[in-house]
């Protein structure tokens, strides 16, 4: 705190001291001590650059006054901010707002001295914790009090009903007031009060202006009746949720020029009494969703004020009006509803429309010529719309935004539609049918003025055309150093790559097209690069190396092209990569393991490649991994253990089939597999792998990893993955011995596929856990004995192969299984019962009891220690015993411990037979 000197330290000392006092201090205080309390109440804060918002009040330049030149040696009403009484010198007003101001108001604050105050402005600036004092009750001339945005805090003291002569009240944007009981009876006066994001429970009277909006805590009725108040101009409560039904009183309100009631749920539908609000300028009941429903009142467009009207994000049906008069609007915002039928020829000749926005409904037919050049804001996609693009669109060149999108439009893009629109900033004319002549001059003149506009051209979006031919030739010119995000996917190009300088490039997208040759070099230029997708063309030769390279590239989208030698070995420890598709070329080679240092990696394709070697364990330290494919490529080998203690801890999709892998499968991997065990969907949620919003400006598209999988007997192409999908293929391989009863646990599965294998054994009963699954194929093995009953419990279960086994007895009946056809069990000459033809007469269960998962948990110890190592305890000592154990487990079992382990067997049961005569002859 500032230091004071000569009359400010007396007059503020006696200040202090009669702070509380009983007398009256209107009569006490001169101008003077005035300035002094501002003095003290000032240096109690400190000046802190964050302490206000640059969005908040005059706009983004705004910034307050500076109290730190208040100066001792001038009186305080010659102060900024500051305003006196010209006859008696008193302080009349003081706005410090958006001053930069941070600290805290205490009760005892030299602020509550200026008790002429008749206006107040402290919003904008930071005084958490503070409270809402009690004190500001004691400013009995106030009629303008405005504390928003400044992080007040606490309950509003009853004391503010004290301000009889309040005729402004804003406690808007401070977050944490409460109220629990009304106080505002005494406020008579009152007629503004602004409450939004303030979060606040209270009853009110009548006023003038009354905004409540973003409050989704406050509890609010509205009166069944006549309102209370007929001088009632503004009317904000959106973001309340009401879930009742929009009462028709609300029409009572002829004065009501400005009504806002979105995102409030109300039911049922618009009422009719609407329509008395001649007066009503501005109406929003928009975002109201599944509630509001039913037609578009006719009688709305018909109000002689009304200049915006939204009632987007609702579930009206319905045709437009055919006939309106009068209508003056300027925005109209009907997007998305279920409105259908042609477009109403009164939509076109609007005379002052500044914005249109009626997208994402379903409304057919062609567009209409507009008869005025005043729109800014034209929202036309998402629709059945037909036909071309009006003339009268060349004619708009106020344009900011245009869409048509998703129709079924056919655009022929030319100089003379395009060439006046100097304001243009966004232009989405994708999904239709567009067409662009790539070998004439100014074939795209309509990005011509996005280079004028304010902004050079950062983001281009012409995906799902039939754009054709070579290189975009007028690209090279329109964002040579400022496009950032290029989507050219599903289209007809041959070459993609303009001569543009793609140094700040972030995004490219040119999927699907009619690609050729290798990807250029100048694709190292984009050091900036963090998603590449040139998936599903023709592209050749090698793997540019500075794309292995790239420590920020997240996402390598290169499947189903024609790439050819081996992968990169270098992937080094500051790589960014999160994905990685590579399926569907001619890759070879080992898989390098320097991929483990891919530390973000979420998925990795390599599949329908030639790449060999052994199986990737070293990807099993990677903590993110959720989805591996390798199938279809020359793997072989046996698994094996893994080498990390934890492996795989999120993989929710495997498939390495189509590969050589032999031997036992690999229990100790799917012991593991923590994100196949018991998720709750319900607390997952539909959320997908790799799902990310990014974006440019105004513009956001949304990104999530595909994936092709063996679902239900068919190669399924995953667009976009759920996390809560899981699946397992280790199909076609040489894969050998029984299948884990661990499986049993991984309870989330939704498929399993081990079929074209060389499996023996039973069917694991543990498998009727699984009751998530939706598809089992063990087909094509050597599988014996009963199809466990407890499979019936499979509720879920659609797909079940089974065929091309040496399966035996009844077939389990009874929920799923009746659905089954006599297919699935081809060659299993054993079974019997329905579907097939064959009775089982009094055929006998031969299958063992079912093991319990802990009993085959315990089965083999973690060390790897058996009961090899027991018997040859027994029979040498433990040490040796120990030994031999150490080195069964670390070599493997040579032929002369193999039979050593037999002679001790035959030992030690010699042994335990004599004991037991000798044992049976005491007695």
């Known amino acids: 705190m500032g230091r004071l000197t000569g009359k400010y330290q007396v007059l503020c000392l006696l200040s202090l001291l009669f702070l509380h006092s009983p007398l009256s201090f209107s009569s006490f205080l001169s101008s003077n001590s005035q300035c002094s309390a501002q003095l003290q109440f000032n240096n109690s804060l400190s000046l802190n650059s964050s302490a206000s918002p640059p969005f908040y009040g005059g706009g983004l330049d705004y910034i307050g006054l500076n109290t730190a030149s208040w100066k001792e040696d001038k009186h305080c009403c010659s102060w900024d901010g500051v305003e006196c009484d010209k006859n008696t010198g008193h302080v009349i007003g003081l706005d410090l707002s958006c001053s930069r101001l941070k600290g805290t108001i205490h009760s005892n604050s030299t602020l509550f001295l200026l008790r002429h105050l008749r206006t107040l402005n402290l919003a904008g600036n930071d005084f958490y914790p503070s409270l809402l004092s009690s004190e500001f009750g004691q400013f009995k001339s106030l009629t303008r009090l405005n504390l928003s945005n400044s992080r007040f805090a606490g309950q509003i003291s009853h004391e503010i009903s004290q301000l009889s002569s309040l005729v402004s009240l804003d406690l808007s944007y401070n977050h944490n007031l409460s109220i629990e009981t009304p106080v505002w009876n005494n406020l008579t006066l009152l007629r503004e009060l602004l409450l939004d994001w303030a979060h606040i429970i209270l009853l009110l009277p009548s006023f003038q202006t009354l905004d409540l909006g973003f409050n989704p805590s406050l509890s609010v009725s509205l009166p069944k009746s006549n309102w209370s108040s007929s001088s009632l101009k503004l009317l904000d409560l959106s973001q309340i949720w009401f879930s009742e039904k929009l009462l028709d009183s609300i029409g009572n309100l002829k004065s009501l020029k400005y009504l806002t009631l979105s995102s409030c749920d109300f039911l049922g539908s618009i009422p009719t009494s609407l329509g008395n609000l001649t007066q009503i300028t501005h109406l929003d009941l928009s975002a109201n969703k599944e509630y509001l429903i039913g037609l578009l009142p006719s009688l709305l467009l018909n109000l002689p004020n009304l200049s915006t009207l939204r009632l987007g994000d609702n579930q009206l049906v319905g045709p437009l009006p055919n006939y309106v008069s009068g209508l003056n609007l300027t925005g109209l915002s009907l997007s998305p509803n279920f409105l259908n039928g042609t477009l109403s020829s009164w939509l076109f000749s609007l005379p002052s429309l500044v914005m249109l926005d009626i997208s994402s409904n379903q409304f057919i037919g062609e567009i209409g010529e507009f008869e005025s050049n005043s729109l800014e804001v034209l929202d036309l996609g998402y629709n059945k719309l037909q036909g071309s693009i009006p003339k009268s669109i060349s004619r708009l060149v106020n344009l900011f935004s245009l869409s048509l999108s998703s129709n079924n439009l056919s655009i022929m893009l030319d100089f003379e539609i395009f060439s006046k629109f100097e304001n243009l900033y966004d232009l989405d004319l994708s999904s239709n049918s567009v067409s662009i002549n790539n070998n004439v001059t ?73 690609l050729t040759g290798e990807i ?21 030769g090698m793997v540019p190396k500075c794309l292995v390279h790239s420590n920020v590239l997240t996402v390598l989208d290169l499947r189903m092209n024609s790439f050819h030698g081996t992968i990169l070995a270098t992937f080094s420890m500051e790589n960014n990569f999160r994905s990685i598709n590579l399926n569907g070329n001619q890759l070879e080679g080992p898989l390098p393991q320097s991929l483990a240092n891919c530390k973000d990696f979420e998925v990795l394709d390599i599949g329908n490649n030639k790449i060999n070697g052994v199986f990737p364990y070293w990807l099993g330290s990677l903590q993110n991994l959720q989805v591996l494919v390798i199938r279809s490529n020359r793997f072989q080998g046996h698994i094996g253990n893994p080498k990390t203690k934890f492996p795989f801890p999120n993989l929710r999709i495997i498939d390495i089939s189509n590969n050589q892998f032999n031997g036992p499968l690999p229990r100790k991997y799917f012991k593991h597999l923590n994100a196949m065990m018991s998720v709750d969907e319900s607390e997952v949620g539909l959320h997908y792998v790799g799902a990310m919003s990014f974006g440019v400006g105004l513009h956001y598209k949304y990104y999530s990893d595909s994936v092709n999988v063996m679902l239900k007997g068919h190669d399924t192409n995953l667009v976009r993955i759920l996390t809560i999908f899981t699946s397992i293929d280790f199909s076609n391989n040489r894969f050998t011995g029984e299948m884990p009863k661990i499986i049993g646990r991984l309870t989330s599965l939704k498929g399993l596929n081990f079929s074209h294998n060389n499996l023996t054994g039973y069917i694991p009963s543990s498998f009727g856990n699984l ?22 419990n499979l509720q879920m279960l659609e797909v079940l192969k089974l065929s091309h086994n040496q399966l035996i007895g009844h077939i389990p009946l009874g929920k799923q299984f009746y659905t089954f056809n006599n297919d699935l069990y081809t060659e299993n000459l054993g079974l019997c019962g329905f579907p097939l033809s064959r009775t089982c007469n009094n055929h006998v269960s031969k299958q063992p009891p079912p093991s319990t998962l802990q009993e085959e948990d315990n089965l083999e110890p973690e060390n790897g220690f058996g009961w090899q190592a027991v018997l040859i305890g027994y029979g040498c000592g433990v040490i040796f015993g120990t030994l031999m154990g150490y080195l069964m487990f670390k070599i493997g079992k040579p032929k002369w411990i193999v039979r050593m382990v037999k002679l001790e067997q035959h030992i030690m049961l010699k042994r335990l037979k004599n004991n037991t005569h000798k044992r049976g002859g005491r007695k």
């Open 771 to 792: 009751t998530n699954l939706e598809s089992l194929d063990l087909s094509f093995n050597k599988l014996s004995g009963e199809i466990p009953n407890q499979l019936v």
């Open 442 to 514: 100014y074939t795209l003149p309509s990005l011509e003025w996005l280079q004028l506009a304010a902004t050079n051209l950062e983001y281009l979006d012409l995906s799902n055309n039939s754009i054709y031919g070579q290189a975009l030739r007028w690209l090279g010119d329109m964002g040579r150093d400022s496009l950032r995000f290029l989507d050219l996917s599903h289209n007809l190009l041959q070459c993609p790559f303009p001569t543009l300088n793609i140094l700040r490039v972030q995004y490219i997208f040119v999927s699907n097209n009619k």
């Open 520 to 540: 250029p070099s100048l694709i190292c230029n984009a050091s900036s690069l963090e998603i590449l997708d040139l998936s599903h063309s023709n592209l050749s």
